[in-house]
């Protein structure tokens, strides 16, 4: 009989198997956790539940649930990559293409970036992390994505729009915006996003 079936608990300690398979189910639990919970109402002992580990082993794993937020939330694509290869796009390309790479990495509920915009609402320690996120990857291009000299101050114009184009569609849910196809926002957003890259929205030339 099973540690497990003689005392109806989890065995404490290391799993048996791939320890790195191990780790990688316990992130994919904390992602879909963090993301439908915030950071503060997720627990080690929920995030253990899902993975169907011990909650020990996951702090054997990560230490704390700060440390399992952090490496739970690396990103699908290298952020830095994608908006050096958009600013190589012809200028009148750079607002739909923003806005369509944007999108497709919080294109579900249970995605890493939507995970991190949910907490930073609520935890210092996310904002923090997104705070530095979109320094690093999206303000750090604006030479060249959003040329003259409030060429950041209008980067970052575009990125608060677009964060609070994802707060309405999958954290509020704001209908008929909930609903709505990436290509639909695409062909919505990305004219304005570009006005924001150009100048035109702040009436600066571009």
Same mark, same amino acid.
């Given at each position: 009989?099973?540690?497990?079936?003689?005392?109806?608990?989890?065995?404490?300690?290391?799993?048996?198997?791939?320890?790195?398979?191990?780790?990688?189910? $316990?992130?994919?639990?904390?992602?879909?956790?963090?993301?439908?919970?915030?950071?503060?109402?997720?627990?080690?002992?929920? $995030?253990?539940?899902?993975?169907?580990?011990?909650?020990?082993?996951?702090?054997?794993?990560?230490?704390?649930?700060?440390?399992?937020?952090?490496?739970?939330?690396?990103?699908?694509?290298?952020?830095?990559?994608?908006?050096?290869?958009?600013?190589?796009?012809?200028?009148?390309?750079?607002?739909?293409?923003?806005?369509?790479?944007?999108?497709?990495?919080?294109?579900?509920?249970?995605?890493?970036?939507?995970?991190?915009?949910?907490?930073?609402?609520?935890?210092?320690?996310?904002?923090?992390?997104?705070?530095?996120?979109?320094?690093?990857?999206?303000?750090?291009?604006?030479?060249?994505?959003?040329?003259?000299?409030?060429?950041?101050?209008?980067?970052?114009?575009?990125?608060?729009?677009?964060?609070? $184009?994802?707060?309405?569609?999958? $954290?509020?849910?704001?209908?008929?915006?909930?609903?709505?196809?990436?290509?639909?926002?695409?062909?919505?957003?990305?004219?304005?996003?570009?006005?924001?890259?150009?100048?035109?929205?702040?009436?600066?030339?571009?």
């Amino acid at each position: 009989m099973s540690a497990r079936s003689q005392g109806g608990r989890r065995p404490v300690g290391r799993r048996p198997g791939d320890p790195s398979q191990t780790r990688a189910t $316990i992130l994919a639990a904390a992602r879909r956790q963090f993301a439908e919970r915030g950071y503060e109402r997720a627990t080690i002992r929920a $995030i253990a539940a899902r993975a169907d580990v011990d909650p020990a082993l996951v702090l054997h794993h990560f230490g704390s649930k700060q440390r399992l937020f952090a490496a739970a939330h690396e990103l699908p694509v290298d952020p830095g990559d994608l908006f050096a290869r958009i600013a190589d796009l012809p200028p009148p390309e750079r607002g739909a293409a923003i806005v369509r790479s944007y999108l497709s990495i919080v294109s579900s509920p249970s995605s890493p970036a939507l995970s991190l915009l949910r907490a930073a609402a609520t935890h210092e320690d996310a904002a923090r992390m997104l705070r530095e996120f979109v320094g690093a990857a999206f303000l750090v291009h604006a030479p060249r994505l959003a040329p003259g000299p409030d060429g950041a101050r209008r980067l970052a114009l575009a990125g608060a729009h677009m964060v609070g $184009i994802v707060f309405g569609r999958f $954290i509020v849910e704001i209908e008929p915006l909930a609903s709505a196809t990436t290509d639909e926002l695409v062909e919505l957003v990305g004219p304005v996003v570009q006005h924001y890259l150009d100048g035109a929205a702040l009436g600066t030339s571009s």
